[in-house]
């Protein structure tokens, strides 16, 4: 056989993979039709559950708190923990909810770009955390809103979460055989379908509130103004390029003399940002004389009004958050300083669920290090205060986007709190039970990583 029967014969396998998942997706989504002509009483006679949520239907349009039927959160607690204890571990557990779901449909792939086993203990720990609180209502609703936000960059779709739902519960079906009762899995399917409607709600009715941060953001920060400031700059030199090609060497002086009389303004501009930055730190200028004397004390006085009036007023988020910060009385909080260093990227990834992962990751890693209280609602207040001053158009509609973010990330930092300390002695005992010769390799994998 040629080479080119070779590669024909494989696209056509490739081929009939792509038409069998878009058969699957079809079929997924003529039942989710089929099963939507139930009634309301059925389909809560059927599951037990109370509500809009149901085993058959997937929700997309709402996302309300899901109150379960009478022993129906029970039923699939139950089920979980023997699913669990009959795996060889929780590494084997998740390693088998992502085999059945992935050879289901392995077009899903695609859409995971983390390690096999990280996703795989990725999908324990989501399931643990929602099936932990299914007796919790308003706690369930916060988590699973919680990992909507970390799944903006993902599209969900109804005939996708019909696949992941009936993956996973036919693997439980084959695991479990008759500990697995109705029961269990309607409320299975139910809170499966809960879970991906609420997704999919999360992604398109908050994306409004995306557009309104990245626009207050560029205010904010002054991004649009730079932008403007470089185009008007560019076209200014491309004129003075020109006249100084038509004009006479007279005009070429007059030229330079003007280019210096702008860098030494420039240079005064530069001074006079430094102090105010050293104003807004908490700095200010030290006297030659001592503070008993009342002369001495006058001469401060006059020199830190004199301060204050030639002070320029904060333009820029940075600015505005450390001035907001020393007034509402949080200078001393160094770990804010942390945050702020860190804020930009979490705000410009805020749709790519890995990156924003990654800045909370780095981001509780130096705070950990900060010996004290961390009281993160105090983050928020500066935050917001800040943004007031900053973007003129701001209204009702962005104090509510700008905290739906905030209580996110804050959620996913609390979640890391604590655990930097635990994981650096573990990852100092590993590292103690090596060789030099594994160690060398571990050198090299992480070099050529990151």
């Known amino acids: 056989m040629s080479i080119e029967e070779e590669d024909v014969q494989e696209l056509a396998g490739e081929a009939e993979v792509m038409e069998g998942e878009e058969a699957l997706e079809e079929e997924a989504l003529e039942g989710e039709q089929d099963e939507t002509q139930a009634t309301p009483e059925e389909e809560q006679q059927t599951s037990g559950t109370q509500g809009t949520y149901s085993a058959k239907v997937v929700n997309d349009q709402i996302f309300e708190e899901l109150v379960l039927g009478p022993g129906i959160a029970e039923e699939v607690q139950n089920v979980w923990r023997t699913f669990i204890s009959s795996a060889e571990s929780r590494e084997a557990a998740g390693e088998a909810i992502y085999a059945a779901l992935f050879d289901a449909a392995p077009s899903l792939q695609s859409l995971f770009k983390t390690p096999r086993a990280i996703m795989a203990m990725r999908f324990m720990n989501g399931l643990n955390q929602i099936i932990s609180s299914l007796s919790d209502p308003k706690g369930l609703k916060v988590i699973v809103e919680t990992l909507g936000f970390q799944h903006l960059d993902l599209e969900v779709t109804i005939p996708r979460v019909i696949i992941f739902r009936d993956a996973i519960v036919d693997l439980l079906a084959v695991e479990m055989g008759a500990r697995f009762t109705p029961k269990a899995r309607d409320g299975w ?141 949080f200078g001393s909080h160094t770990w804010m300083q942390e945050v702020l260093a860190s804020f930009d990227a979490i705000v410009l990834n805020v749709s790519n669920s890995y990156r924003l992962q990654e800045e909370c990751d780095v981001l509780s890693l130096r705070m950990a290090k900060y010996k004290g209280n961390i009281n993160l609602p105090e983050y928020r207040a500066v935050m917001l205060a800040s943004l007031r001053s900053l973007c003129k158009d701001w209204g009702s509609q962005h104090e509510v986007s700008w905290s739906w973010l905030w209580e996110n990330v804050e959620r996913m930092l609390k979640a890391l709190m604590g655990k930097p300390a635990v994981l650096e002695r573990a990852l100092a005992k590993l590292y103690s039970s090596l060789d030099e010769a594994a160690l060398m390799v571990i050198r090299k994998e992480v070099y050529q990583k990151f």
């Open 189 to 329: 399917a139910t809170f499966l379908n809960y879970v991906g409607g609420a997704y999919i709600y999360v992604r398109v009715k908050f994306a409004e509130r995306l557009k309104i941060i990245a626009s207050s953001w560029a205010q904010a920060t002054k991004k649009v103004g730079d932008e403007t400031e470089v185009v008007e700059l560019e076209a200014k030199d491309g004129e003075e390029g020109q006249g100084a090609e038509e004009g006479a060497s007279g005009a070429v002086d007059e030229a330079g003399a003007g280019q210096a009389a702008d860098r030494s303004a420039e240079a005064a501009q530069v001074e006079k940002k430094k102090k105010s930055k050293s104003w807004f730190g908490g700095s200010s200028k030290k006297t030659s004389g001592g503070m008993g004397a009342q002369g001495a004390g006058e001469s401060s006085g006059s020199e830190d009004k004199s301060d204050f009036r030639n002070t320029s007023v904060p333009t820029t988020y940075d600015e505005m958050f450390m001035f907001n910060s020393a007034v509402m009385g």
